[in-house]
């Protein structure tokens, strides 16, 4: 698994792992959405929009928001993230289901995401951040 989730005290806070910047804004979506609805499937309904900002911590939070926005105003659960990262500027098509209560309602309800202590780190074969996700 490309993320995992770290003790925190109030809120979930996640570690995301990826050899390439693409695949840590990938596995953020995807550790967002585990957080919030557990399993999905990819049933079709398909998503698209672009970014940018001034750094990529900047537009880790706004891709994170957006996906949050989507999710919150169209009833719609993803589990599929094609991201593309050209610099500051993301493009994404992302996929996934409607939400339904009984297969979707396990998680925790995210409010946001922190920018506190939010740091892209290279290691020596992957990247690394810790999101905070507020609850």
Same mark, same amino acid.
């Given at each position: 698994?490309?993320?995992?989730?770290?003790?925190?005290?109030?809120?979930?806070?996640?570690?995301?792992?990826?050899?390439?910047? !693409?695949?840590?804004?990938?596995?953020? *979506?995807?550790? %967002?959405?585990? @957080?919030?609805? &557990?399993?999905?499937? +990819?049933?079709?309904?398909?998503?698209?929009?672009?970014?940018?900002?001034?750094?990529?911590?900047?537009?880790?939070?706004?891709?994170?928001?957006?996906?949050?926005?989507?999710?919150?105003?169209?009833?719609?659960?993803?589990? !599929?993230?094609?991201?593309?990262?050209? *610099?500051?500027? %993301?493009?994404? @098509?992302?996929? &996934?289901?409607?939400? +339904?209560?009984?297969?979707?309602?396990?998680?925790?309800?995210?409010?946001?995401?922190?920018?506190?202590?939010?740091?892209?780190?290279?290691?020596?074969?992957?990247?690394?951040?810790?999101?905070?996700?507020?609850?």
């Amino acid at each position: 698994m490309s993320f995992e989730e770290l003790d925190h005290t109030a809120d979930v806070l996640m570690r995301v792992r990826g050899a390439t910047i !693409t695949e840590v804004f990938s596995d953020a *979506g995807r550790a %967002l959405f585990h @957080v919030m609805y &557990g399993p999905c499937e +990819d049933r079709g309904i398909e998503r698209q929009f672009s970014l940018a900002a001034e750094d990529l911590e900047s537009l880790l939070i706004d891709y994170l928001s957006e996906l949050l926005f989507i999710t919150d105003v169209e009833n719609i659960v993803f589990c !599929t993230f094609d991201v593309d990262i050209q *610099g500051t500027r %993301l493009s994404a @098509v992302i996929r &996934g289901e409607p939400f +339904d209560p009984a297969r979707h309602s396990a998680g925790a309800l995210i409010k946001g995401v922190s920018y506190f202590g939010l740091e892209i780190v290279k290691e020596e074969e992957a990247y690394v951040v810790d999101i905070i996700f507020d609850i």
